[in-house]
Structures are given as structure tokens and as C-alpha cells.
């Protein structure tokens, strides 16, 4: 552990970007102890708390409250901005809508780029679609209801109250309920669909996962000009269903479909890897599994399928240490993996027996 303040922000901030979240909390909490005046300490310790492109969190409560302790040091410079803009999309991802919208409000108070205005105009209009505070315009179109469904902000986005309800929390059993009755109020929203198929993922349920993506796609192909070319979402997320669910001719299709998409997607790379493993192709798998285990040591699921990889190759060894990690890895509380953590384990005492 490092002696001085300096070092550990420094270790911190290079744990961090090597997306080693866990190593980053321990140096950056050290750093506050150490130097509990210095703001960039905190927003890192925030950052490294959220993780900014994750898909599920260490800790939100923990993030915010790093965060905050950054703006309250150093309100009007160049850190407390970088925790204030942060700041505000944790409150935007955790249901804390009053908070939210008064840190974008802060934002646009000394922002001077058009582009970031812009976007955090936007963002105040879809908080207050929220919360019921929004103000329709002549260009917002209606549903039957007299529902706002669209052109929302200066980003004209394509939306709902509910659509956003889902989208600012990160409660899985909220997200079917928002996002079920988003589809309801716009059944031409295919995010809904998409992301709605995500949590019922998320909970276990597959099976119901994979009809939603299936009405997601269809959504797609409806509204959409061919040159626009396929929804890779919903291809993705119904390659893991299918994997989970043993059906992997059902799953070929879906990687059949990913690679006529150019653009790269980490999660599709990752399924695949899975799709291989379990089609018998292991002994490809394993390398670049620890190339990724060494880019993103701290990635669950990158974690749990090395371990397979491991275990199909005959190195049960090393697939105990790496389903290991992927169990200590995952959050406290964390909704994200709930399902799975059962079978991790009796598939980790299995490997211990023998």
C-alpha cells in the first residue's frame, strides 16, 4: 500500500484506466484517507466506484458520495467539473431525479460548448418527462392517451415517460414494469423491447427474454430503411439466452447474423467465445480469453467463461482460481448476476471434487 497521498492517487488513476476497479478503490480510498482535502482523490474514487461503461456498478451509493465530496472541494475548478458532469449521471442512473436535474442545471451554468448544451437540455427534458413536469410542444407527437411518444428535447428523442422511468434506475424488476408499459404507450419503440428482453435476462428468465428481442428486431426491420442496415442488439443479447439455454443451433443463427455486422461489439466477441466453447472448440478460446482477462481483469463474465474454457481443456486448476475470482468480482447487492451465482457455485464445488 503506498505511504503517501501522491502515490496512491497515481496507482489509483493507473488502476483505473487498466480497468482494475477493485485495485483502483483500495489505492484511491487509501488516498483519502491520506489527503482527505484532495478532490481528484475523490472523483476518482467516484469514477472507480460507477464505472462509467460497465454494465452493472461496484457501488452507486459509494460513487455518490465520493463524487459530491469532489465538488464540495473544489466547486468551481477543472476536477469538480469532471465529478459534477459524473455526478450527474449517477443520480440520472439511480432514481434520484431532483438531484440529477439540479447538477445538469449546474453544468449548463458554465458549460460553453454547444454540442454538451445541448445534451444536457436534453436530459433535463426527459428527467422532467420523469416526473411529470414536462411541458408538451406542438412538435411533440401523442399517443391516444395524450402521452408524450417522441421529439423530446433538442435531441428530438424518440421516448416516453415510462421509457425513461426504466432508464434511470438500475432496479431490474422496475425495468420490466417501465419498460413493458413504455411499450404500451409506443409500440413503435423497439429500444423498449430490446431493453426490456435485458432484464428479463438479467432475472433468469430467457425464454420470455428471447420474445422480446425477437419483437425488437421485427420493430427494426418495420420502421426502418434497409440501408440502415441490421440492429445488432438484439442479436447479442439472444446469443447469450441461447447459450444459457443449451439451444445452440438457435444460437448459431444470431452469430451467424453478428458477422455481417462490422461494427465491433465486446459482447457479441464474448458470446461467440461461448458459443465455441460450448460447441467443443475450447482449446481456441482460452487465449484470447486471457488476452481480454488482462485488458479487463475485473469483467465477471470474462472471468466465468475462462473458467469454462479452462475446464473443457482439462486445467481445472486454474478454472477453480478463475470462477473464483468471478464470484468475488461481482457486486455487493448487485441484481446483475443473481440468477447465475448459484450454479457457479455447485459448478465450483463440482470442480473442487474432483
Not at 480510498?29 to 461496484?58: H, I, K, N, S
Not at 451509493?61 to 475548478?77: F, M, N, Q, S, T
Not at 469532471?82 to 438531484?99: C, K
Amino acid at each position: 500500500m503506498a505511504q503517501d497521498a501522491t502515490t496512491a492517487i497515481n496507482e489509483g488513476a493507473a488502476a483505473l484506466e487498466n480497468r482494475r476497479f477493485r485495485e483502483a478503490i483500495a489505492s484511491l480510498d487509501a488516498a483519502t484517507q491520506l489527503a482527505p482535502e484532495a478532490p481528484e482523490a475523490y472523483y476518482l474514487l467516484g469514477a472507480a466506484y460507477w464505472g462509467e461503461d460497465r454494465p452493472y456498478p461496484v457501488s452507486a451509493d459509494k460513487a455518490i458520495a465520493a463524487l459530491r465530496r469532489a465538488v464540495e472541494l473544489d466547486p468551481d475548478g477543472a476536477m469538480g467539473q469532471l465529478a459534477l458532469e459524473h455526478l450527474a449521471t449517477v443520480y440520472l442512473r439511480n432514481e434520484r431525479m431532483p438531484e440529477a436535474r439540479r447538477a445538469y442545471q449546474q453544468l449548463l451554468a458554465r458549460e460553453t460548448r454547444e454540442q454538451m448544451v445541448v445534451i444536457y437540455l436534453t436530459r433535463i427534458d426527459e428527467i422532467d418527462l420523469d416526473t411529470g413536469r414536462y411541458v408538451p410542444t406542438a412538435e411533440n407527437p401523442r399517443n391516444a392517451l395524450g402521452e408524450v411518444i417522441g421529439n423530446v428535447g433538442p435531441l428530438r428523442m424518440h421516448t416516453n415517460q415510462y421509457f425513461e422511468k426504466g432508464r434511470h434506475t438500475w432496479d431490474l424488476v422496475k425495468h420490466v414494469n417501465y419498460f413493458t408499459r413504455a411499450i404500451e404507450a409506443d409500440p413503435t419503440l423497439f429500444q423498449a423491447y430490446n431493453n426490456l428482453g435485458v432484464a428479463l435476462m438479467h432475472l433468469g428468465r430467457c425464454r420470455e427474454a428471447v420474445a422480446q428481442f425477437d419483437r425488437a428486431q421485427q420493430m427494426w426491420n418495420t420502421l426502418q430503411p434497409p440501408s440502415v442496415g441490421p440492429y445488432p442488439d438484439p442479436h447479442v443479447w439472444r446469443l447469450r439466452c441461447h447459450i444459457e439455454l443449451g439451444d445452440l443451433e438457435k444460437a448459431a443463427v444470431d452469430y451467424e447474423a453478428l458477422q455481417t455486422i462490422d461494427e465491433y461489439n465486446f459482447f457479441a466477441t464474448l458470446y461467440t467465445i461461448q458459443l465455441a466453447i460450448a460447441a467443443g472448440q475450447a482449446a481456441d478460446a482460452v487465449e484470447p480469453l486471457e488476452q481480454a482477462r488482462s485488458e479487463d481483469p475485473d469483467n465477471i463474465e470474462v472471468l466465468q467463461t475462462l473458467a469454462q474454457a479452462y475446464a473443457a481443456v482439462g486445467r481445472i486448476d486454474d478454472a477453480q482460481i478463475a470462477l473464483t475470482e468471478a464470484l468475488a468480482a461481482i457486486p455487493e447487492g448487485s441484481q446483475f448476476f443473481r440468477h447465475l451465482v448459484g450454479p457457479w457455485r455447485r459448478q465450483l464445488e463440482t470442480w473442487q471434487g474432483q
